[in-house]
């Protein structure tokens, strides 16, 4: 419940949902309160991510989000993400596009969306001319 009225004064995204359980209760799509759907984006992000420097430079957007299922405070959210595509842009970095599905602890999927990002590598051709 602290992450999401936290999220709630920190965005300005006090929608009734994520602020009053009688206002979100008589809504047919919540059960009481809910997490944000960004704020869900936010995690997922985070529970993907080190902290230390790796391949991956920036995510660079996400396409065809969806929120399938409210998630309440106290729900344990876990994501899978699968590579779908795998483009080259320069020598120095390419960009993956993947698959992101978020579950709850039931294993009911709560959303889904696609994840680009900028990764590094080193090009086969920069190599040889070293």
């Not at 993907?48 to 106290?74: E, K, T, Y």
């Not at 994501?79 to 080259?88: D, F, N, Q, S």
């Not at 320069?90 to 698959?99: A, F, I, M």
Request: hydrophobic share 40%; glycine share 8%.
């Amino acid at each position: 419940m602290e992450d999401i009225e936290h999220f709630a004064r920190f965005t300005g995204d006090t929608f009734y949902a994520h602020m009053y359980d009688a206002t979100a209760e008589a809504n047919p799509f919540f059960p009481g309160r809910v997490a944000h759907g960004y704020l869900l984006l936010s995690f997922a992000a985070g529970l993907c991510v080190r902290p230390d420097p790796g391949p991956v430079l920036a995510n660079s957007g996400l396409d065809g989000q969806s929120f399938q299922h409210p998630v309440s405070p106290g729900d344990t959210l876990w994501v899978r993400l699968t590579a779908k595509l795998e483009t080259h842009r320069t020598r120095t970095y390419g960009e993956v596009r993947w698959n992101a599905t978020l579950f709850n602890q039931d294993g009911i999927q709560v959303a889904v969306y696609e994840l680009h990002t900028m990764v590094a590598y080193t090009h086969p051709k920069a190599e040889t001319r070293r």
